[in-house]
């Protein structure tokens, strides 16, 4: 079987490739509901584009309210196994080198743009997958529906919908994550600051910083302003040190209208003279939440960048320098915030600061920390508390939920290991992760694929890829498991 599997695969390859790429030009970044698009227009785009494929390729379609489709195989069976994919992406951001965005390319066997890895490849997978048990032949007698979902990427409201009236199939798996089998998923918290103070009128005043576009991302981009302080002011000084000793500006610039400087933290600067002072720009490295370690979070930086002007007090400013004590460039596990956790099942909390919004009488942060295990047993509120205490703001906890563990000896996962053993000639194995899948909340129900766990992809960041081997592999390994798990 695993044979005929990979011919059927090999065959279709360039279909397969070009429908990815088809559903990678549609930007499908949630935007405000319009009339029959509880996500935006989008996501509804990317939604009928993928029902449209699956009935093309021979699956029943079933509408659930423009929340979510799904595509049947063997639709009068017993229901068997649910794979739940989405179509909807993060926003793009800067930093675009190898095509543009939603202009998807086939380079050196990657396809390269937005959601292409996340997860609109899973969803192209998954779907030949159940085209390639259909057309050939191969006997199953239970149901596999394939679950689409648009609203992934900010807060799953499309399954929730969808569950309000379906029940899970006994098995469920998400191609939204990376192999073997992913059967811890840590918890979550997000939390957002909030204050408000009196306007300065001072000479040296910071007026406005402003970064961050989702808070499941490490912001690549961020500006300020700041009033009284000129380039040639910074340009004086060859260093410019941080309080601690790991982290050094340096200047690296010919000094002329626009001047440039960079640090060690990988996130680069822009000084733009305006009347009366600076409009600073930074330059960093987008990645997901999940990995912030693997970004360059230009929002922190300009922050801590801000914090050696010495500009004169404020409320403005006097929050800014308190947030960065509690998060600040490299600290990616939750130190300074009282949040750290570790464990041996999931490893270890990480943090990620991913919005930040300053005005001359406002201050809001978004925080994005992915919770060990046993950090379930944790009083999360007290710690986040008095973060809040100490910046003087308004703490809103805007999701909370607990890790996700299935148990890895299960007849379900083993049988997926087989299937990942059988396609790849790789020993199968549980491996944990710090991402959140449609299948968290589900009982039983794993992440399966379709990465491999030591690849950066990149997503949630410029230049994002699916490699094209693992397209077919994925492809491959859902069809045996499909071909096992409905017989």
């Known amino acids: ?96 080198t190898e095509t543009k965005p939603f202009e998807p390319v086939l380079k050196d066997g990657r396809v390269y743009g937005r959601g292409c890895a996340d997860d609109k490849g899973g969803f192209i997978a998954s779907l030949y997958a159940m085209r390639a048990v259909k057309e050939l032949g191969i006997p199953i007698s239970r149901r596999c529906r394939l679950i689409i979902g648009c609203a992934e990427e900010t807060g799953m409201e499309d399954v929730t919908h969808y569950f309000e009236t379906e029940k899970p199939a006994p098995m469920t798996v998400s191609p939204d994550a990376f192999y073997p089998v992913i059967n811890v998923e840590k918890g979550r918290v997000a939390v957002s600051y909030d204050a408000i103070f009196p306007a300065s009128n001072s000479k040296r005043r910071l007026v406005s910083l402003e970064g961050g576009i989702a808070i499941n991302q490490v912001p690549a981009s961020a500006t300020a302003v700041v009033m009284g302080v000129m380039a040639a002011d910074i340009a004086e000084e060859e260093h410019i040190t941080r309080d601690t000793e790991a982290h050094t500006f340096t200047v690296t610039y010919e000094y002329e209208d626009v001047a440039m400087m960079t640090m060690d933290t990988g996130v680069s600067f822009v000084f733009e003279e305006i009347e009366g002072g600076l409009r600073i720009y930074a330059n960093g490295l987008a990645a997901h939440a999940s990995t912030p370690e693997k970004g360059h979070n230009a929002v922190i930086a300009l922050a801590e960048l801000i914090h050696r002007l010495e500009l004169d007090p404020s409320g403005g400013l006097k929050i800014l ?125 794993v992440a399966f694929g379709h990465l491999p766990a030591d690849e950066d992809v990149h997503e949630h960041g410029p230049n994002e890829y699916m490699p094209v081997e693992y397209l077919k592999k994925t492809a491959v390994i859902y069809a045996l498991s499909i071909a096992k798990l409905c017989k």
């Not at 068997?80 to 992406?89: G, R």
């Not at 009488?361 to 509120?381: L, Q």
């Open 1 to 96: 079987m695993k044979e005929l599997i990979e011919k059927y695969v090999e065959e279709h390859l360039p279909e397969m490739i070009e429908d990815l790429k088809a559903m990678c030009r549609i930007d499908s970044v949630r935007t405000d509901p319009v009339e029959g698009a509880p996500f935006g227009p989008g996501p509804l785009m990317a939604l009928n584009a993928a029902s449209d494929l699956s009935e093309k390729y021979g699956l029943k379609i079933t509408d659930y309210d423009n929340f979510a489709r799904t595509a049947d195989l063997c639709p009068e069976g017993e229901a068997a196994l649910d794979i739940l994919a989405h179509v909807d992406v993060v926003p793009a951001g800067d930093g675009w």
């Open 321 to 445: 320098d308190d947030y960065i004590c509690f998060y600040s460039s490299g600290e990616y596990y939750g130190f300074l915030s009282n949040m750290y956790a570790e464990d041996e099942v999931s490893g270890k909390t990480t943090c990620a600061p991913d919005i930040l919004r300053i005005t001359e009488t406002s201050f809001h942060a978004e925080v994005d920390y992915r919770t060990a295990c046993c950090a379930d047993e944790m009083d999360i509120e007290e710690a986040l508390s008095a973060v809040a205490d100490d910046l003087g703001a308004l703490l809103t906890i805007t999701d909370k939920v607990s890790s996700h563990i299935v148990p890895k000896d299960s007849e379900f996962v083993r049988t997926l290991l087989e299937c990942y053993e059988e396609a790849t000639g790789e020993k199968g194995e549980c491996i944990s992760m710090g991402g959140s899948t449609y299948v968290h909340e589900i009982e039983g129900g």
